[in-house]
């Protein structure tokens, strides 16, 4: 099954993602706007359309390996990228909020060429064998009395390995310009939704810990691709369900308040809020 039928699967049902998630914890009125209202945003930050071109690329390149036994020559990985990114930002409906790092399109290019170009020559996949590339996963959200709700949870695990002593490892691709620090890692959201969502898929046993791996493509002069390793245990798993039923309660109670933080700098409904 592939990864877009099995998503388009599974939002047949009722359901929530860790993206819905995220999205009401951090500012619950641009819950409101984006899911809720389906507003249409008044730009797209380059952040999302050069984050989704660099995640294509390096599918693409696990894919190829997994499938094929083979490595996508790099140029074949850059065409992709640069196929992707024009696509988004000559969409002539939404305009781009170009940033200070990535001031123009051509600057866009030109980082992202750079950073696939760090991970191609940078990824080491000794002692360890690809089990999924973008795994679609769906699991029924439970209470924490272990109360069966009526939504599923529904994510995709970027890259699935399993180590040399059958240990699987879930990783998902980032791109960053400032370095991750441990404690943000160890205590992040998206990581216990794939421990969830692969417990519940018995992956794991369901009181099994859940290895986990961020790499991090770092937008620098010279590119580096750091990794940054954590655990999901069963207790992040119970912790991760009683957030996102609280989200529940707030949303089905329509309780959505503005939050001012870092994020509102690229937020694509400040028009919308400011006029709330």
Not at 78 to 88: A, G, N, Q, V
Not at 145 to 153: F, P, S, V, W
């Amino acid at each position: 099954m592939s990864r877009n039928f099995a998503l388009q699967e599974f939002k047949k049902e009722l359901h929530i993602s860790y993206s819905q998630i995220f999205t009401y914890l951090n500012c619950s009125l641009k819950y409101r706007f984006m899911y809720c209202e389906n507003q249409k945003p008044q730009h797209n930050p380059i952040a999302l359309p050069f984050g989704s071109a660099i995640h294509m690329s390096i599918e693409r390149y696990y894919r190829s390996l997994k499938d094929k036994g083979i490595h996508e020559p790099l140029n074949v990985l850059e065409e992709l990228f640069e196929d992707s990114l024009s696509y988004d930002l000559d969409d002539k409906y939404i305009p781009v909020l170009y940033k200070k790092t990535m001031p123009d399109k051509a600057s866009a290019l030109k980082m992202g060429k750079r950073l696939l170009k760090t991970f191609y020559e940078s990824t080491d996949l000794t002692g360890v064998e690809i089990v999924e590339v973008e795994l679609p996963l769906s699991a029924t959200l439970y209470t924490e009395d272990a109360r069966a709700t009526e939504l599923k949870l529904i994510g995709v695990v970027d890259l699935l390995l399993m180590d040399d002593k059958g240990q699987l490892i879930a990783v998902d691709h980032k791109t960053a310009v400032q370095p991750y620090t441990q404690q943000s890692i160890d205590t992040d959201l998206q990581t216990s939704c794939y421990s969830y969502l692969l417990a519940a898929n018995k992956f794991v046993f369901p009181t099994a810990d859940v290895h986990c791996r961020f790499d991090v493509l770092r937008k620098l002069k010279t590119p580096k691709l750091e990794h940054y390793d954590t655990v999901r245990t069963s207790s992040h798993r119970k912790a991760f369900a009683k957030i996102a039923n609280a989200c529940l309660k707030g949303i089905e109670n329509r309780v959505f308040i503005p939050h001012s933080s870092w994020l509102c700098s690229d937020c694509q409904y400040k028009t919308l809020c400011k006029s709330w």
